[in-house]
Each structure stands twice: as C-alpha cells, then as structure tokens.
C-alpha cells in the first residue's frame, strides 16, 4: 500500500489506494508553513520547526494505516472506506472509535462471514442480530458499543423471560452470539469496554422424545393413503436408522450409497461419514430407486412427521421438563406431538446405545461429539426405564 502525503492548500494531505478506491483526508496535528514541506520526500524539512515532532507525526499515519488494513485482510472483515478512515484517525488520537452504529457493525459482519461461517451457523447469528433489532423497537433504542454494560444484560434478560416468554436456553444462545460479535468490534478498534464479558450465558438441560425401535415398527406398518405423508415416513426413518440431521437425510442421492453403505459430506460440519444401511434403509432406497425426492422445508416435513406418528399410534402421554420464562415447568404432550426431524438423529443415538451391541465410539462418529459426556447428555436415556445390561446381569447369576 502506497500512502503519500501532499502538501494542500496551507494543509498536509494524505492519499492512498483502499479496496480499488481513492482515499483521501487532511492529516491533523501538523501545521506547514511556507518552504517547509519537501514535495519529494514527502516530509518536512529537516531545517523546518517542529520538523522531528511532524514527521513521527506523519510517519504515525503512515505505519497505523498499514497496519489496521492489513489486520483487516488477516482478518477478512473489510470496513467501508469512511469508516476506515475514521478508525484511523481514532487510532491515531488513541481514542476507541464506537462512531459505527451496531446495527452497521452486524451488516458488515454479516456480509463478510460467508468465507468464515458455515451457512446454518450464519443463520443462527442472524436469529439472534434480528432479535438484537426487535429489542431496540421494544426499548425505542439504538444500541452503540457504549450500551453493552450489566444494565443491558439485566435489562435485555428481563426481555426474554417476561416479555418474549423465552427459556434460558434462548437467551443464552443470544447472549454467546451477542459477546462473539463484540469480540470481533473489540479486535478491530470498535470497542474499549470489555464489561460484555463478564455476560453470562445460562444454559439448561431440557427433556426430548425418541422413538423406539418398536415405534420404528408401528411407522413401518402404518398404512398412510397420502404420498407427501409416506415420503416424510420413509425419509424420518432413513434418519432414525443413520443418525443424519435433515439436511442431510433430506439430500440423499444415489451417488452416496455404495455396497450399502452411504458415504455422505455433512452439511453443517462438512465431515465425511460412511454408515452402514439397515435393512430398512435398504429397503426404502430401493423403492426409490436410490433416487429419494428433495425436501428442503423443515417445517413442512415436521408437520408431517406429527401427522404418521399420530395415524401410527404414538399418542402415549408424555411429560418433559421444558425450560420457560427462565424456569424449569413440566410439560404434557401426546408423544407424536414433540416429534420432528431431530427425533429421528435423537431415536438413532439412544436406540443403538441403549439396545444393541455398537460401540459407543462408532456412534460418536456419526453424532459429532467429541466426548462421552456430551454424547451421554445427547441420548434421552430414561433412568426409569429397566437397566437392561444389569436385569441380564442378575438374571444370569441366579441361573442355575
């Protein structure tokens, strides 16, 4: 990058090139007077007053511009060239530059994370953005880096619980979201109170349905006389035999399944998965000619999941714990009622642990968790429910 300082009308000049444009503003903090400003070294002249203090002046300009462009490429967030004219300048005064509207910052950070982001994790940051918005109608607001103290959490929390009705884990995914984004206005300048760390982000452990392999049975034998509701059927199995999400179970081809096995990159995590088919997987491939039909609408396949599992008979009463309004309430539902296509990857997980000989392992290869404990509060385990290896176990020793 090429700066050059000029002298302008009574006024040093600075120019340099930015993202293909001309930029250009007058460098404050430097007084030139008549002859004392060398036009080709661009700098005052050594015979001048306050020579020495000018050009570390100028110099000043020359190394921070530098050095915050090159942060931004390293760093691939590329501000608009007037806001990076006036973080330079607040570089310059050592003052924190906060000039850029939150809402503007959330643009741009939006704009640029589509080469650092997978795709469901940028939606989830717009989830929360949308809401950071809703929030300033809510309070006829407009947030700037100087709002994020522990007023705003108490206040934006109160927001959640009693206004919006929302359980603690909502507000946490919020609030992860929210001290990510400041982190990346702290490390470009943007802000200087580091208060929104000291933010907490509360989490719950709530309750989830799955279906057990004698439920998978009762989907198998249902007799359903709409095909939108027999495709949803045989694709929510596909996942509660492979433990794929829905993007993935949705998106099946016939170029993934060979000598059955399917082999499959994950749409979220973008890890490469070879799983054994099922008979009944096989069983429903074949009668798709290993072509399964794309659905890319989740809502319209969770509204239609409810429907088989309803027709099918998983109408027992089930209680689950639920986080609402920051508490813990139990919750009664007909079972089919909490179905919907994260029950299948949720079935699969409990099922092959809980009744079958796989190893633990091979079945965190195909959730993605890296530990056991993650992989054991994953599984809805009902400790309730017989402990199967020890009634085996009592069994056995009482055998005669």
Request: aromatic share 12%; hydrophobic share 30%.
């Amino acid at each position: 990058m090429n700066i050059n300082f000029r002298l302008d009308r009574g006024y040093i000049r600075c120019d340099f090139q930015y993202e293909g444009e001309r930029a250009r503003f007058i460098v404050k903090g430097v007084s030139p007077k008549k002859n004392t400003f060398s036009i080709k070294k661009q700098r005052f002249k050594s015979m001048s007053i306050n020579a020495s203090e000018y050009n570390k002046h100028l110099d000043k300009y020359d190394s921070i511009i530098k050095e915050l462009y090159a942060k931004q490429k390293t760093d691939g967030n590329i501000l608009p060239k007037s806001e990076f004219l006036k973080l330079v300048e607040a570089t310059v005064s050592g003052n924190s530059y906060s000039k850029m509207t939150f809402q503007n910052f959330t643009a741009l950070f939006l704009k640029n994370a589509n080469t650092s982001l997978k795709p469901n994790t940028i939606k989830s940051y717009k989830t929360s953005i949308r809401d950071f918005m809703a929030y300033e109608q809510y309070r006829k607001i407009k947030l700037n880096f100087n709002s994020f103290d522990l007023h705003f959490y108490d206040d934006f929390q109160d927001y959640h619980f009693n206004y919006k009705k929302n359980g603690k884990n909502t507000f946490g995914n919020r609030i992860k979201h929210l001290k990510s984004l400041l982190n990346h206005a702290y490390e470009r300048g943007l802000i200087s109170n580091l208060t929104f760390r000291k933010f907490k982000k509360p989490s719950v452990k709530t309750e989830n349905v799955y279906l057990t392999f004698d439920e998978f049975k009762k989907l198998e034998n249902v007799r359903l006389d709409n095909d939108k509701l027999d495709l949803a059927r045989d694709l929510f199995l596909i996942g509660c035999e492979t433990g794929l999400r829905f993007s993935d179970f949705s998106q099946i081809q016939k170029s993934n399944i060979e000598n059955n096995i399917i082999s499959i990159m994950t749409q979220k995590t973008n890890e490469n998965l070879t799983i054994p088919l099922s008979k009944v997987v096989q069983r429903i491939l074949k009668k798709y000619n290993y072509e399964l039909p794309n659905i890319s609408i989740n809502a319209r396949f969770n509204k239609n999941i409810k429907n088989v599992c309803k027709q099918a008979g998983i109408d027992n009463v089930v209680s689950l714990k639920k986080d609402s309004n920051g508490s813990i309430v139990s919750v009664k539902r007909k079972k089919y009622e909490w179905v919907s296509s994260h029950t299948a990857r949720r079935s699969f997980a409990t099922n092959y642990y809980m009744d079958s000989d796989a190893h633990t392992y091979d079945l965190m290869c195909i959730t993605g968790h890296k530990t056991e404990k993650q992989f054991l509060n994953y599984i809805q385990k009902n400790k309730k429910e017989p402990m199967k290896s020890l009634v085996l176990a009592m069994k056995k020793r009482f055998e005669v």
